[in-house]
Nanobody
Framework: QVQLVESGGGLVQAGGSLRLSCAAS????????MGWYRQVLGKQRELVAQ???????NYADSVKGRFTISRDNAKNTVYPQMNSLKPEDAAVYYC????????????????WGQGTQVTVSS
């Protein structure tokens, strides 16, 4: 009943920028922290950036100064702006959110998007 739908991935040259978006929809009462993770084949999924409901952000050291995460609470959407992309940023990016639902009532769990591919050419 709750979905996270991602968009904005694609191919970009090194040094370029991409803006991803993730919109949550469904039987939502409230959304807590929202974030983005990434995963390269054969490696563990890692946190890229996270933002709380109040706007407190947390970034992986590897993206600090290059990526900016923001959210629009009215639209239940989170956006990472990714600048100065490097080949090592290439991965499948996954949206994550902690959501309390209306139905089932007051039930909290983490949700994941389907993933969007980001490819960075050198």
């Amino acid at each position: 009943q709750v979905q996270l739908v991602e968009s904005g991935g694609g191919l970009v040259q090194a040094g370029g920028s991409l803006r991803l978006s993730c919109a949550a929809s469904g039987s939502i009462s409230s959304i807590g922290a929202m974030g983005w993770y990434r995963q390269v084949l054969g490696k563990q999924r890692e946190l890229v950036a996270q933002i709380t409901l109040g706007g407190i952000t947390n970034y992986a050291d590897s993206v600090k100064g290059r990526f900016t995460i923001s959210r629009d609470n009215a639209k239940n959407t989170v956006y990472p702006q990714m600048n100065s992309l490097k080949p090592e940023d290439a991965a499948v990016y996954y949206c994550n959110a902690g959501i309390t639902t209306v139905v089932p009532s007051r039930f909290w769990r983490e949700y994941w998007g389907q993933g969007t591919q980001v490819t960075v050419s050198s």
